[in-house]
DNA sequence: TCAGGGATTCTT
DNA sequence: AGAATCCCTGAC
């Protein structure tokens, strides 16, 4: 079952906890790809320096960060590497959550494919490496900056399924990867996770 | 118009 | 620890 307007009119730091244990799809030609979201970011709009929409910076490129929740965030990160963001809060704040990691479910093969371009017996020793980061994750799932301003919810080729509930218990909060930049901002416990998961991204 | 830097990843 | 690599941003 997809994931609801109210649900994703959650504030942002909810959402992002509620996001962990989900199933982030994508149905591509090729075929269906997904994996259980297992690590997320919070930008919280303007006060956030380590937001792209801090300061209410408002461009081409974060535009769509002022759009209604459930709404695609794409970027690209030097040069090279995509990120995925769920847009967030209500509309005119400029809020989103970056997906760090999955844990692969569907489409593995695929996964391997787009990731390494390879090869039945390279698959099992870099199955854990699939997925383990926001670019990794882009990368093996096909989404690229073509999503960018989707919405997750009508009918679009991306969408978040219910899966199993998450215990509070096993779920880590921490400050932001990267972020150094960002001064005070950047202790701010606006990271989750799952406890002990093997595809959450090292750091 | 242009220099600087980045919500990363892979290799050395 | 350093390179790859190029779009975005803000300043000039």
Same mark, same amino acid.
């Given at each position: 079952?997809?994931?609801?307007k109210?649900?994703?009119?959650?504030?942002t730091? $909810?959402?992002? %906890?509620q996001?962990?244990g989900?199933?982030?799809v /994508?149905e591509?030609?090729?075929? *269906?790809?997904?994996?259980k979201?297992?690590?997320?970011?919070a930008y919280k709009?303007?006060?956030?320096?380590?937001?792209?929409?801090?300061?209410?910076r408002r461009t081409?490129? *974060?535009e769509?960060?002022?759009?209604a929740p459930?709404?695609?965030y794409?970027? &690209?990160?030097?040069?090279m590497h /995509?990120?995925?963001?769920?847009?967030?809060?209500?509309?005119?704040?400029? $809020?989103?959550?970056?997906? %760090?990691?999955?844990e692969?479910?569907?489409?593995?093969? &695929?996964?391997?494919?787009? %990731?390494?371009?390879?090869?039945?017996s390279?698959?099992?020793?870099?199955? %854990?490496?699939?997925t383990?980061?926001?670019?990794?994750?882009?990368?093996?799932m096909? &989404?690229?900056?073509d999503l960018?301003?989707q919405?997750?919810?009508d009918?679009?080729?991306?969408?978040?399924?219910?899966s199993?509930?998450?215990?509070?218990?096993?779920i880590?909060?921490?400050?932001?990867?990267?972020?150094?930049?960002?001064?005070e /901002?950047?202790?701010?416990?606006y990271?989750?996770?799952?406890?002990d998961h093997?595809?959450?991204s090292?750091?």
């Open positions: 079952m997809t994931i609801t109210e649900f994703l009119e959650q504030p730091l $909810e959402l992002a %906890r996001l962990i989900k199933e982030l /994508h591509t030609t090729q075929g *269906t790809l997904s994996g979201i297992v690590e997320v970011e709009g303007p006060e956030d320096k380590a937001a792209h929409s801090y300061g209410g081409s490129r *974060t769509i960060m002022y759009s459930g709404h695609v794409m970027f &690209l990160i030097y040069g /995509h990120c995925f963001n769920i847009v967030s809060g209500p509309i005119g704040k400029p $809020e989103a959550i970056l997906i %760090r990691a999955l692969p479910i569907q489409g593995i093969e &695929l996964m391997l494919k787009n %990731r390494f371009g390879i090869k039945e390279y698959l099992r020793s870099q199955y %854990r490496n699939l383990n980061g926001p670019g990794k994750l882009c990368k093996a096909q &989404l690229n900056m960018y301003g919405t997750l919810m009918n679009h080729s991306v969408s978040i399924r219910h199993q509930s998450v215990d509070d218990s096993d880590i909060r921490s400050p932001r990867i990267n972020i150094d930049y960002a001064e /901002h950047a202790a701010l416990p990271r989750f996770h799952l406890r093997p595809h959450v090292k750091a």
